[in-house]
């Protein structure tokens, strides 16, 4: 039993109501973006060797937000290490906004048609928060997903992004924040120690805070410039959240050749 999610719960009961209203209103007030275009891309640095990079998701790896998956966080991945590594990477994303952990099991896993791949990157967590999922269910979804990518690339590193910053969406309310985003770290917890049972997966579990971004990458702006409509990310985050991921892939030494 997660104590944390059950006394979670018990505080959340009274706020259902309000939680339920501002919901809703939230979902008639936010625009409804449509996911990059262009899954498939290759950066060609001129090297004998060419990697294959699969992306993996929910609404972030779709690039909603995004013109295209070669500005969002797919594209900018492969840019940022294939510098790294002096490699071509060939990258291709299966996502689609709104998607919980089960769906992408169901519903993306069966359609991915690539032999081989030499790291494979996912994002998911935010859609199974925002339904309310039980830790102990995402827990074995995310078994299930490992499980299952295994079975098909039993060598290939699998790398988890981060959960995404819940607590700093400028169009949520602070119950929001306050519920949904406790939620959503402890997902993160939960998956942190899912990956310790396998060989070769990985998880950043580092807390997405803007300010440590904007310190760390020198990102000038209001915080506002993070997100395309208050809630998911904008360009420029997609391109921050790639070169973090790039170096926690490096330093982690997911990634070589």
Same mark, same amino acid.
């Given at each position: 039993?997660?104590?944390? #999610?059950?006394?979670?719960?018990?505080?959340?009961? +009274?706020?259902?109501?309000?939680?339920?209203?501002?919901?809703?209103?939230?979902?008639?007030?936010? +625009?409804?973006? *449509?996911?990059?275009?262009?899954?498939?891309?290759?950066?060609?640095?001129?090297?004998?060797?060419?990697?294959? &990079?699969?992306?993996?998701?929910? /609404?972030?790896?779709?690039?909603?937000?995004?013109?295209?998956? $070669?500005?969002?966080?797919?594209?900018?991945?492969?840019?940022? &290490? /294939?510098?790294?590594?002096?490699? !071509?990477?060939?990258?291709?994303?299966?996502?689609?906004?709104?998607?919980?952990?089960?769906?992408?099991?169901?519903?993306?896993? *069966?359609?991915?048609?690539?032999?081989?791949?030499?790291?494979?990157?996912?994002?998911?967590?935010?859609?199974?928060?925002?339904?309310?999922?039980?830790?102990?269910?995402?827990?074995?979804?995310?078994?299930?997903?490992? $499980?299952?990518?295994? $079975?098909? #690339?039993?060598?290939? +590193?699998?790398?988890? @992004? !981060? @959960?995404? *910053?819940?607590?700093?969406? *400028?169009?949520?309310?602070?119950?929001?924040?306050?519920?949904?985003?406790?939620?959503?770290?402890?997902?993160?917890?939960?998956? !942190?120690?899912?990956?310790?049972?396998?060989?070769?997966?990985?998880?950043?579990?580092?807390?997405?805070?803007?300010?440590?971004?904007?310190?760390? #990458? =020198?990102?000038?702006?209001?915080? /506002?410039?993070?997100?395309?409509?208050?809630?998911? +990310?904008?360009?420029?985050?997609? =391109?921050?959240?790639?070169?973090?991921?790039? $170096?926690?892939?490096?330093?982690?030494?997911? &990634?070589?050749?």
């Amino acid at each position: 039993m997660n104590i944390k #999610y059950t006394l979670g719960a018990i505080l959340s009961i +009274p706020l259902l109501p309000i939680l339920y209203r501002q919901g809703k209103r939230i979902k008639r007030t936010i +625009p409804d973006l *449509p996911e990059a275009t262009g899954n498939t891309g290759l950066v060609d640095v001129n090297s004998k060797e060419t990697l294959q &990079l699969l992306t993996i998701g929910e /609404s972030t790896v779709a690039g909603v937000g995004a013109a295209t998956h $070669q500005e969002g966080f797919s594209g900018a991945l492969a840019s940022e &290490l /294939s510098t790294a590594l002096t490699t !071509n990477i060939n990258w291709n994303v299966y996502a689609r906004s709104g998607y919980t952990a089960l769906q992408i099991i169901e519903k993306i896993l *069966p359609k991915i048609k690539e032999t081989k791949a030499d790291l494979i990157v996912i994002g998911t967590g935010a859609n199974d928060a925002f339904t309310g999922n039980r830790p102990r269910i995402w827990r074995r979804h995310i078994h299930t997903m490992i $499980q299952n990518i295994r $079975q098909k #690339y039993p060598e290939t +590193p699998i790398a988890f @992004m !981060n @959960m995404p *910053p819940i607590k700093e969406f *400028p169009a949520f309310t602070k119950t929001l924040k306050f519920t949904i985003g406790n939620l959503i770290e402890i997902f993160g917890s939960e998956l !942190n120690k899912v990956i310790q049972e396998y060989p070769n997966v990985f998880y950043n579990p580092e807390i997405i805070t803007l300010q440590k971004w904007k310190n760390r #990458y =020198q990102v000038q702006g209001e915080t /506002s410039r993070f997100f395309s409509d208050g809630i998911h +990310p904008s360009t420029i985050t997609y =391109q921050t959240w790639a070169k973090d991921f790039a $170096q926690f892939v490096l330093d982690k030494k997911i &990634l070589s050749v």
